[in-house]
Nanobody, 124 residues
């Protein structure tokens, strides 16, 4: 079992940047792919990005391509989501999970439970 804690959210103006962190403890973090999700008020949760355990493969959803970058540092047991050129529509609670699988063009989740997430609010 891997325990995850999301952090790095906050309030930022449109065009600004934030870097989210997903810190893991428990089992060997490098054995897992990790995905980022977000849920805006009144909307379904959606998969934003995913990185394979080998770092060879990353998935980015179309609406954030060119603005968001996912990376991982297995030595620090942390996955990052760098978010640049933020837009008001990026406002959501962001979550991470290891209960995912992904390729460069696909992203699947089988998440049984969610953490607290981290709130990102982008003002116009």
């Amino acid at each position: 079992q891997v325990q995850l804690v999301e952090s790095g959210g906050g309030l930022v103006q449109a065009g600004g940047s934030l870097r989210l962190s997903c810190a893991a403890s428990g089992r060997t973090f490098s054995d897992y792919a990790v995905g980022w999700f977000r849920q805006a008020p009144g909307k379904e949760r959606e998969g934003v990005s995913c990185i394979s355990k080998t770092v060879n493969t990353t998935y980015i959803m179309d609406s954030v391509k060119g603005r968001f970058t996912i990376s991982r540092d297995n030595a620090k047991n942390t996955v990052y989501l760098q978010m640049n050129s933020l837009k008001p529509e990026d406002t959501a609670v962001y979550y991470c999970s290891t209960e995912v699988a992904c390729g460069s063009t696909w992203f699947s989740e089988f998440v049984k439970s969610w953490g607290q997430g981290t709130q990102v609010t982008v003002s116009s």
